[in-house]
């Protein structure tokens, strides 16, 4: 993968602004905090994200896939106020799980998603390299 960065651009936090990648492409549905038996794990906002991100690595792993392989994430929140007031504790849980990597990333504040009582939902493309 590369991150692609603009010369003359400031440097990203927690993001690239764009990534190329060649190789074996995964396409991971939104994820919710769900268990692996369909139930929310918690009603708080960073509780349903560990959980969210740690389905999304289950689902990559079923591809052979890594964190590292992500090139895209997209989050769904419910609202940016709760987002960004969670965000020093978010990025400690994201760095937990996904590690050091920072994908081409974008954040969008919903009015609702389908599962009622979901915070956020997270969706991923990953490339595995040839």
């Known amino acids: 993968m590369k991150i692609l960065q603009p010369p003359s651009w400031a440097r990203p936090r927690g993001f ?12 991971v549905s939104g994820m919710v905090g769900w268990d692996a038996e369909g139930k929310l794990v918690s009603n708080e906002f960073v509780g349903q994200a560990r959980q969210a991100l ?5 689902v990559l792993a079923e591809a052979k896939a890594k964190p ?9 929140v419910i609202d940016k106020k709760e987002y960004l007031a969670a965000s020093k ?3 400690a849980v994201y760095r937990e799980i996904i590690g050091p990597h920072y994908p081409a990333m974008s954040a ?21 390299p040839d």
């Open 68 to 76: 590292e392989h992500i090139a895209r994430m997209t989050w769904y």
């Open 89 to 91: 504790e978010l990025g």
């Open 108 to 128: 969008v504040q919903v009015t609702a998603l389908l599962e009622d009582q979901a915070r956020l939902e997270i969706e991923v493309t990953a490339v595995i």
């Open 54 to 58: 740690k389905n999304i690595v289950e």
């Open 16 to 27: 690239s602004n764009g990534v190329a990648a060649k190789g074996e492409m995964i396409f």
